[in-house]
Every structure is written in structure tokens, then in C-alpha cells.
């Protein structure tokens, strides 16, 4: 069957380490994104293509915005406020004190203002599952919902009902569908609802557009992928110039705006030069809409 694609075109040179984190912010009307290696925090505006960015003192996992203001960032070290104004951080808690060599990674708030994010070694990561799935509660609480056996916790977005919350552990190469409780934000009856074939790399970030299609950035496989979760068919291919799409997000005035965060790690030289863009980000314009981001309601 003949899946139609679509290119990325690159938007700004950056040269990243591992960007990650996309997150449209309708207020500013940009997109904070992350490079976890290299502990940057950025705001990008596509109008004018500027680019912000704040040096971080710890590798950032993921950020959300907050309804009180500010930003939430799941931290290498736990969950933390951040002012992006003052550039002042206030720790809110770690609850893998205990577990030095794992960090967190992505994640995302639910409909309920939770702001749920999942845990990954450091290192060896694709060979020893140490990772676990938390959410940060509208309190204050931090509450451990799935674990503690998540080789990279990534892509998680829920359903238009919130009936269901979809989520990636990367190695497994596999899309989970959970029975998603809204008010308790308790999870299970887990399903794969997709398994990436052969040659087609690993699902890594993930969004979820207004029919509920998935849209996944693949390492290693040079696109993102629009996936119907209801039978596990892949509509649409979003080509992208480097081998390690990382993760996107929807944004834009439409909301119809795909950005696409990409990583440069682990290329050599020889490697960088067949692929320029490594690093970079870029914007597919497609045909489908994406949603509004849920703020942290703490």
C-alpha cells in the first residue's frame, strides 16, 4: 500500500546533541524544546526563527508550561519549577534518590493538569530496564504508575475522551494503549496497539493529533510516522534529513505546524558530514490538526 510522505523542511541550525521535548506554547507563540546532552533549555519562535536559550545545571528530560506561570522541567535529578525570567528553579522532588545511575526522560501533562514523565538509565539503557512511568499530582505528589522494569520511557499522549493514554518504551520498539481513569489518573489493561517493522527504527517522542492519529518521531528510521492506533496502520510518512528524528509536536497558528527535534548523538566525522542537518530542527506543514497542550495545574 502506498503511504504519502511528506518533507521536513529544516528551520534552524543548531547542531544538537540530543534535541528532544517539543512543546507548542500559544501564549508566546513558539515552541520550547531541549537538548538533554548538551543541559540547554530553548524557546524557538517560527515567525522569526529566533531562537532562546537557558543553560541548565542538569540534563533536562522534558518541560511542560504551568497554569500559575513558568515552566515545569522533569530534571536528570526529579521534578523542578523553573522561572524562565528570573531563571530561578525551585525543587519539588525526586522519588529516585536512591537510583543514581537512572535520569528522567519525556513526558507530558495529562487533561487533568498531572504532569506525568518516566525514568531511564543513564547508560545501557537498551539492554537494562531500570525506568519507571510518575506522575507530578495537582498537590504535589509524586506518584509511581508504571515500573520499574521501562528500558527509555517516551512518547506519551492521551485520547481526545481521555478514555486512553498511549505510551512508548523505546527498546520494545512498541505503542501501548492503557484504559486511562481521569479523576484517580490510574492506568491498565495495557495493549500494543503498534510494533515497528523491520528497518523502520525506534519510536522515540510521540504526539496526537484532533482524530486521535498518532504522529511518531522514529530513530534511526528518518521520519516521523502518522499511526492509527485502532489497527496499528501507518497513514502518512514525514521524511526527515537525518537518521535520528527525535520527537514533534503540533503548533502554529492552525495548529497544523509539525515540529521536529533530531539528534547528533553518536556520529562520528565521517557520519556528520553525510548528514549536516543532524541536530537541527525542522517543520513539516500537514494536512491533519494537532491540540493544545495540557498545562501543569499545580
Not at 40 to 60: D, G, I, Y
Not at 67 to 88: C, H, I, K, R, W
Not at 274 to 285: R, T
Request: with cysteine.
Amino acid at each position: 500500500m502506498f503511504t504519502p510522505t511528506i518533507k521536513a523542511r529544516q528551520v534552524l541550525t543548531t547542531q544538537s546533541t540530543l534535541g528532544e521535548g517539543p512543546l507548542w506554547d500559544p501564549e508566546r507563540n513558539a515552541f520550547w524544546w531541549i537538548d538533554i546532552i548538551d543541559k540547554k533549555l530553548h524557546l524557538f519562535e517560527p515567525a522569526s526563527r529566533n531562537n532562546r536559550t537557558w543553560q541548565l545545571n542538569q540534563m533536562p528530560g522534558t518541560v511542560v508550561t504551568r497554569q500559575a506561570g513558568g515552566l515545569v522541567l522533569a530534571l536528570e535529578n526529579g521534578f523542578s519549577l523553573f522561572d524562565p525570567d528570573t531563571e530561578e528553579i525551585k525543587f519539588l522532588g525526586d522519588p529516585e534518590s536512591k537510583l543514581p545511575e537512572n535520569r528522567f526522560n519525556d513526558g507530558k501533562c495529562d487533561p487533568q493538569g498531572r504532569f506525568w514523565a518516566g525514568t531511564m538509565r543513564t547508560e545501557n539503557h537498551m539492554e537494562q530496564f531500570t525506568g519507571s512511568l510518575y506522575s507530578l499530582e495537582q498537590q504535589g505528589e509524586i506518584i509511581k504508575r508504571l515500573g520499574s522494569k521501562i528500558g527509555v520511557s517516551n512518547g506519551i499522549v492521551w485520547s481526545a475522551d481521555s478514555r486512553f493514554m498511549y505510551f512508548i518504551d523505546s527498546p520494545t520498539r512498541q505503542i501501548f494503549k492503557f484504559d486511562y481513569a481521569p479523576v484517580t489518573g490510574e492506568i491498565g489493561n495495557r495493549q500494543v496497539v503498534f510494533e515497528a517493522p523491520e528497518g523502520f527504527g525506534f519510536p522515540d517522542g510521540m504526539a496526537i493529533d484532533s482524530d486521535d492519529h498518532l504522529w511518531v518521531a522514529f530513530w534511526g528510521g528518518s521520519c516521523v510516522a502518522k499511526i492509527d492506533p485502532s489497527d496499528g496502520s501507518i497513514h502518512e510518512r514525514v521524511i526527515v534529513p537525518v537518521t535520528a528524528p527525535t520527537a514533534c509536536a503540533f503548533g502554529g497558528s492552525n495548529l497544523n505546524q509539525l515540529l521536529i527535534t533530531t539528534a547528533s548523538l553518536g556520529l562520528d566525522q565521517k557520519a556528520k558530514a553525510k548528514q549536516p542537518m543532524a541536530g537541527d530542527l525542522f517543520i513539516a506543514e500537514v494536512s491533519a490538526t494537532g491540540v493544545i497542550p495540557f498545562q501543569y495545574a499545580g
